[in-house]
């Protein structure tokens, strides 16, 4: 029997959310998000790409000016009005240092303690195979949290605007993983969790067809997934994270 979830910390104040693609919060993370905006904590997105190779219907260029803006809707409904934008290619995002070099200086500029990503193993708890996207982007978070702190690792360039280090990251949770922790949500961030997701319309309706209901889908999904971390978590709808503490 799987052990119980612990309470993810909250000795923190900002956070800075790291993943590949608009939608990759909003399937079950963004309700933790949307409890950590209403308690007053700062909370940034950074996406590695704009999700322009997400629906199959839509050319590479309007698909992703559909889906920035979606995810940008989507972050309003849980609280975050600061969301950025890497321009790695969706689909072929490589790990390697100059993604490593991107994610360590936004971690510069945000100087967060928490560090957010979604599930960097290669499966999804069995044989659900993963997205490379979601491992390159996930592996990258978890190397660049350390690289943002060390002076010698991507040096600023003197006089080039450069961040200075940041060594406060405290620890890196990671949705959609083997579970280590959980926070607890009330309904009112269900409630914007579900609208966050709802946001992506475009993208829901190229996954369940034109008679689809993108609300319907959100909160049903939402609520799966806050009820899997529920069973481990005393009962509470929860979002659940696998911790990596620095």
């Known amino acids: 029997m799987a ?27 963004a309700a933790a998000v949307a409890e950590w905006t209403a ?36 972050a309003a409904a849980v609280g975050v009005t600061v969301v950025e934008f890497l321009d790695h290619r969706d689909g072929v995002v490589e790990y390697g240092v100059p993604l490593r070099r991107d994610i ?5 500029r945000h100087r967060p303690e928490l560090v957010v990503t979604l599930n960097h193993t290669d499966t999804w708890g069995g044989t659900a195979w993963n997205s490379p996207d979601h ?21 600023p360039v003197p006089g080039g605007g450069d961040p200075e280090p940041w060594d406060g990251v405290r620890r890196v949770a990671v949705a959609g993983a083997d579970p280590t922790h959980a926070v607890a949500v009330s309904q009112e961030s269900v409630e ?13 309706t ?34 659940a994270f696998r911790v990596f503490e620095r």
């Open 3 to 29: 052990a119980d979830l612990a309470p993810l910390p909250d000795d923190w104040g900002r956070a800075l959310a790291v993943v590949a693609h608009p939608d990759d919060l909003e399937y079950g993370a």
């Open 39 to 74: 308690q007053g904590r700062e909370v940034a997105y950074l996406l590695a790409t704009r999700g322009e190779a997400g629906i199959h219907t839509l050319d590479p260029g309007e698909c992703a000016r559909v889906r920035e803006a979606e995810q940008r809707a989507s």
């Open 104 to 108: 360590a200086l936004a971690i510069r």
């Open 135 to 155: 491992c390159a982007v996930g592996r990258a978070v978890l190397d660049a949290a350390g690289d943002a702190g060390n002076r010698w690792i991507f040096p």
């Open 192 to 204: 914007r969790a579900v609208a966050s997701l709802a946001e992506h319309r475009a993208y829901i």
């Open 206 to 239: 190229a996954l369940t067809g034109p008679d689809g209901d993108p609300a319907a889908y959100a909160r049903e999904f939402v609520a799966a997934v806050l009820a899997r971390s529920a069973e481990r978590f005393g009962g509470r709808p929860s979002v």
